[in-house]
């Protein structure tokens, strides 16, 4: 049974940082593409960065280029996202997904396999 559990959401003030986690189990983590996603409520779930299997590659939302960098540690299961400089409009629920595939990254959320049941961050102003 695939889990992607995420962790580290919280309260933040606008301009401060935090990194959000996402531990991986039941499945062969280093060949799949992964991705954080974010939702607000009412609205559609977007993209905000890519990895690929392998961590040699990723891709960002431009609303995420220059302040957030996704990494993975294959060895560990795990991927991460650390935001920096973040702004209120930055406030949604943040989910892990995982996509298998012969693509490098994946920015669609229909292309995704597996999700998260998010963790939530909010961003004050």
Known sequence: QVQLVESGGGLVQAGGSLRVSCAASGLTFGTYGMGW????????????????????TTNYANSAKGRFTISRDNAKNTLSLQMNSLKPEDTAVYYCAAARGPGGYYTDPADMNYWGKGTLVTVSS
């Open 37 to 56: 996603f974010r939702q607000v409520r009412g609205k559609e779930r977007e993209f905000v960065a890519a990895i690929s299997w392998s961590g040699r």
